[in-house]
């Protein structure tokens, strides 16, 4: 199958079946915005909720954080992101279209990273590279990609703040606030799930750049003198999880970022990146930073944001290894990773082999038909026990039987119970498998054990 090819099935399915939409639809839409339907809404939670449980809520040195969006502006000065957060950005010199400079570059085969604003301009001009309406391109300039905002009724300069880009800072700048609170020796950890802003020139490649998205993110504080093997730790913990969520491992990369790439407090830097259709592009992020942020917020807000070493009896600014996830991104790799197409009896099928714990629906329960009243009333008290003990469970009596499986096919349901009319007789149902299409009898009373069984083993 071709790449393009199955971005656009992946998006039609996407629609079709109520995971993702497009933000402000009914008005023509909104470039770089998506809004999640019922299924995209709990595919994410079941992401979110295994991202929590592995890094946060399963360990000891973990404490959960749920900072504000809005930050006062100083933050955004102490850390560089008021001056530094910026992005290369080109005019169409016809139509007045801005883009991506480093984007157009990459597309046109030129490897840009590392690459100054002066060194993309003379790229542009030499290879006369044009816009995609084949129009010259005028200069390359900087671009702040964070989206300003106003607080409070009088407008001045003190009510300018911005829409967080990262979630990173929420915790550097509430590290003193978790410190006094519980006392946590290094190393330690504060980990976050929120959303994050960034006013992206060209959003693209549908839900992986966006100007709003949700970031999985993790501040890991350590002694110095062990901050390399805390980085390969976090580094096989991440792999770990990917693994466990069902990504395809084989379209998952390590590139070792290079020293004059990485940021400039960063002793090492890892992207993940992951096969796309529209190319390997990162994924998540693995990085080193050393004792910079709380350092700037030290220096800026004179407040002691440093732990008392135990054996010293010296005020020390621990530093920091940095695990960050894109709960976007990571849906569309989850959703291009389980997409499978198949031939069965001369007929096609495709269907999406989530694990159990990552499938938005768990379970589908039919009467084999919907107007017979004793079939529906029977299926109706399965649905119930089955609703009650695993949550996410669908009724589903829409269309024959057929056409309920290939949809719950491509909703991802790994298991289909319907009730017949044999069930009226020996009260068992037919219970069919997503992957294997195979079918076999199960005792009503036995359900709840055999579902907890599967569930538990995949």
């Known amino acids: 199958m071709k790449e393009q090819e199955l971005m656009q099935k992946i998006v039609s399915l996407a629609k079709r079946r109520g995971f993702i939409f497009q933000g402000s639809e009914i008005y023509g839409g909104l470039a770089g915005t998506y809004d999640y339907g019922p299924l995209g809404v709990s595919l994410k939670k079941n992401i979110k909720d295994s991202w929590w449980r592995k890094f946060v809520e399963n360990r000891t040195d973990m404490y959960g954080l749920d900072a504000s969006i809005l930050m006062s502006g100083m933050v955004w000065h102490a850390s560089g992101h008021a001056d530094g957060f910026v992005d290369p950005l080109v005019e169409d010199l016809v139509t007045g279209k801005r883009y991506r400079a480093d984007h157009l570059l990459e597309d046109a085969g030129f490897e840009i990273l590392g690459k100054t604003i002066s060194e993309m301009n003379q790229i542009i001009q030499e290879n006369n590279i044009l816009s995609p309406e084949k129009n010259p391109l005028g200069e390359v300039r900087t671009f702040n990609m964070m989206l300003q905002t106003k607080m409070g009724a009088v407008e001045d300069s003190a009510s300018h703040t911005f829409l967080r880009p990262e979630t990173a800072q929420g915790i550097f700048v509430n590290f003193k606030n978790v410190v006094d609170s519980f006392s946590p020796k290094l190393p330690f950890g504060i980990g976050q799930i929120g959303k994050a802003f960034r006013n992206e020139i060209t959003p693209r490649d549908f839900i992986f750049r966006l100007r709003e998205f949700e970031q999985m993110e993790i501040e890991y504080f350590v002694y110095p003198e062990y901050w390399s093997q805390e980085f390969e730790y976090w580094k096989d913990e991440m792999l770990e999880w990917m693994q466990e969520i069902g990504l395809d491992m084989n379209h998952v990369h390590e590139v070792e970022i290079s020293e004059e790439d990485r940021a400039h407090y960063s002793k090492r830097t890892i992207d993940f990146e992951f096969d796309y259709p529209f190319g390997r592009k990162e994924l998540y992020g693995l ?172």
């Open 287 to 458: 990085a080193y930073r050393g004792d910079y942020d709380l350092s700037k917020h030290i220096e800026k807000s004179k407040q002691r944001l440093q732990i008392l070493h135990p054996e010293t009896n010296e005020w020390i600014t621990p530093h920091v290894i940095e695990p960050t996830f894109g709960v976007d991104r990571t849906v569309l790799a989850l959703l291009l990773s389980v997409y499978q197409e198949e031939e069965i009896d001369g007929e096609s099928r495709v269907y999406l082999s989530f694990p159990s714990s990552m499938a938005p629906v768990k379970i589908a329960v039919s009467p084999l038909l919907r107007n017979k009243p004793d079939l529906v009333e029977r299926a109706q008290e399965v649905f119930a026990k089955l609703k009650q003990e695993f949550g996410n469970v669908m009724w589903d009596d829409n269309g024959n039987i057929g056409k309920r499986y290939r949809r719950q096919d491509e909703i991802g349901t790994p298991y289909c119970v319907v009730v017949d009319f044999d069930t009226l007789e020996n009260n068992e149902v037919t219970v069919r498998d997503r992957n294997t299409t195979k079918q076999e009898r199960v005792s009503i009373q036995k359900l709840n054990t055999y579902f907890a069984e599967k569930f538990e083993t995949k």
